[in-house]
């Protein structure tokens, strides 16, 4: 078994969607290819929920960048697939011109600039939901996220032209930044993916019994869960500053950024290794919760991060 997190989803494994499997055959046949991501949700959910014939009522509108096309979705998003994935106060936003552009643009810089980052999104990430707060709510907009329930779909909003998580924020609208937030939830995505099909974490191992690493940076949000981390939590974080910190330093080395993304993306670095370098030290001292494959990970992690 390879020592790193996967970067392409295997053939005839349970996320394979070309697979002979009688749900996913009968969806291609009738040509909801759109909905497969869906099918496999109600393989992990085990609620009874039909999410692929409520996501039947979703369109989606095709973006083909380098070869590889997405689904874009519109309409309603319906209420059982929003609750569970905590999407109930977010609705879908219009489709126009200029988000199609940004979209567009931050798939194209990715392709053109991270072809390995495309290549993780491109495996792992095969539906956008372009989400806004629904009228009246009063809370604060996520940026980007994505869901181990729903495989292949991330969500993100008109934040994510603006934010990089966890603290930078630029009041200039960037399609770079949200080639950044792609990035992010595509290895989300690709991190779920391999904790999903290999045993990564020790027997008996719990996220609600979890050794609860601090988190510093967190100090200021008031909220007790973004300052104590879960050792799968820490993990995941892990392996994707990993990934943004390289994404980040290949696009400090251009020379087409404007002033505004060049500071945030600087910003972020300086904020994002530190941060990586403190989870590592952390996850280290917690051994005992991995199985052997997920310590040669950890070690693999301490390989990269020792060469950013």
Not at 92 to 105: N, P
């Amino acid at each position: 078994m390879k020592t790193a997190i996967a970067t392409r989803v295997p053939a005839g494994s349970f996320f394979d969607l070309d697979r002979k499997d009688p749900d996913l055959i009968r969806l291609r046949e009738e040509g909801a290819e759109s909905a497969l991501p869906f099918a496999l949700m109600e393989r992990l959910v085990k609620s009874g929920t039909p999410y692929a014939e409520h996501a039947r009522s979703l369109r989606s509108e095709p973006v083909t960048v380098a070869g590889v096309t997405f689904d874009w979705f519109d309409a309603e998003l319906p209420r059982e697939i929003a609750a569970e994935i905590n999407l109930t106060d977010y609705e879908i936003i219009e489709h126009t011109d200029e988000r199609r552009e940004a979209l567009t643009w931050a798939l194209d810089r990715l392709s053109l600039v991270h072809p390995e980052g495309f290549a993780r999104v491109r495996d792992f990430v095969r539906g956008f939901l372009w989400v806004g707060l629904k009228p009246g709510v009063r809370t604060s907009s996520l940026t980007s996220s994505s869901d181990p329930a729903l495989p292949y779909v991330i969500a993100f909003s008109e934040k994510a032209r603006h934010h990089i998580p966890p603290n930078t924020v630029s009041p200039e609208p960037s399609s770079l930044f949200l080639t950044e937030n792609l990035l992010h939830e595509g290895t989300h995505q690709s991190i779920s993916f391999h904790i999903l099909q290999h045993q990564v974490f020790a027997d008996g191992y719990s996220s609600q019994t979890s050794p609860k690493i601090e988190i510093a940076w967190r100090a200021t949000q008031g909220v007790a869960r973004n300052q104590f981390w879960e050792i799968d939590r820490a993990f995941h974080a892990a392996c994707v500053y990993n990934q943004l910190l390289r994404f980040r330093q290949t696009e400090l080395n251009r020379d087409d950024l404007t002033p505004a993304e060049r500071a945030s993306f600087q910003s972020a670095y300086d904020e994002g290794l530190p941060a990586v370098r403190h989870l590592m030290r952390e996850l280290e001292l917690l051994t005992a919760h991995f199985t052997p494959h997920g310590r040669e990970l950890l070690a693999d992690l301490r390989h990269q991060t020792d060469h950013l």
